[in-house]
């Protein structure tokens, strides 16, 4: 899940993340509610999986979400996107 991924930007605001032979799409939600926000992330090839909500963090453009619950961190640019792996703040350990 770790790794650099080309967007590739949709006309309703959601995008693509391919990396060799991954694919992720940012997807919007219908109806977002209080415990679902506006944003999920699925993987679509090589088959289809839901990953997780897109929690944001500092802006539009950063998000926090889970995959097997191990927590990442989704930082969304222009051209591309980086998913890392979160590291808990010192006071959390």
């Known amino acids: 899940m770790q790794g650099v991924y080309a967007v590739e930007r949709l006309v309703n605001g959601e995008a693509i993340l391919r ?15 209080p415990n679902k926000p506006e944003k999920f992330i699925v993987m679509f090839d ?37 998913i890392k792996l979160t590291m808990p703040k010192m006071s959390e350990l």
């Open 46 to 82: 090589p088959a289809y999986r839901y990953i997780s909500s897109l929690y944001p963090v500092e802006s539009d453009t950063v998000y926090a979400l889970d995959c097997d619950n191990v927590p990442y961190t989704l930082y969304l640019g222009a051209d591309t996107a980086e």
């Open 19 to 33: 990396q060799n032979n991954v694919a992720f799409k940012i997807r919007k939600r219908r109806e977002p509610g």
